[in-house]
């Protein structure tokens, strides 16, 4: 994408390194203080009613909320996480990791205002990481409960099924517009090169269409009886050299049949 290439030259020195590090040390802090202050939750989500109140560290402090309460699955998560966020800003270089996470912010906080009573969820914004190491690395494995190993494409369609679902059939506006706004920077870095495969698909689908049909045309055709190659496959044919054009003949026609000959042009 060349406006990420113009965006990497200029703004390269200012790029946060180990961001993801840094949103699961946030998130450690106040998993801890959660423990025993369970309302700290509350002073730190995304609610837009409060923001325009003037509580506008919610615009970044919802970040920082954990994902998972139970302490062995919050764990799980902020492993996975880190692997899948590195891996991301070694693939892509640091700039354009940040871009793909402030997208993918800046969309869900303008998804949240347009229902600014209710609270805002940033686990779609972290799954959208997911979907975009997925879509690279499709063919990794990871150990679904530390048993079965499952290629991590699948857990992908299925999350898309989970993201595509909660847009068309949750009960409620918050959800859906919050799943919509975390595939937002997937789109943006990845669309182009969806489109191009679906294009790349699509021509080859054609190709493998024509060659079905070619192969289920004749390849000799008797111009007197209509008989084919496919209809006797036993059957040899000749092509008449005294006949205009290429015209074929079954052995029972080759030696005996008018000669075709193209009438003048008047």
């Known amino acids: 994408m060349r406006w990420l290439d113009r965006l990497e030259r200029r703004l390269r020195p200012y790029a946060i390194g180990n961001v993801t590090l840094g949103l699961i040390l946030g998130q450690v802090v106040l998993y801890v203080l959660t423990i025993s202050q369970p309302q700290a939750l509350v002073n730190v989500v995304l609610i837009p009613d409060l923001v325009m109140q003037g509580e506008v560290w919610r615009l970044v402090s919802f970040l920082f909320v954990p994902p998972i309460s139970n302490p062995i699955f ?135 269409a024509k060659r079905i049909v070619d192969a289920k045309k004749p390849r000799h055709v008797c111009t007197v009886c209509g008989v084919t190659n496919l209809s006797d496959p036993k059957m040899k044919f000749r092509y008449c050299s005294m006949c205009e054009g290429q015209c074929g003949y079954c052995m029972e026609h080759i030696h005996d049949h008018e000669h075709v000959v193209q009438k003048p042009v008047a």
Do not use: C
């Open 74 to 208: 919050a764990f799980i998560f902020w492993s996975l996480f880190y692997f899948m966020g590195t891996a991301l800003e070694h693939q892509w270089g640091t700039l354009r990791y940040n871009v793909f996470l402030l997208i993918g912010t800046v969309a869900t906080i303008a998804a949240a205002f347009i229902t600014p009573h209710m609270a805002a969820s940033n686990g779609y914004l972290q799954g959208s990481v997911f979907l975009a190491f997925a879509y690279l690395y499709p063919e990794f494995e990871v150990l679904l409960m530390f048993l079965l190993p499952i290629k991590v494409k699948w857990l992908a369609l299925l999350a898309w099924i989970t993201y595509f679902y909660t847009m068309i059939f949750s009960d409620s506006w918050s959800p859906r517009l919050m799943a919509t706004a975390a595939v937002v920077n997937f789109f943006i870095f990845f669309g182009r090169d969806i489109f191009q495969r679906m294009r790349h698909g699509h021509r080859r689908m054609a190709a493998h």
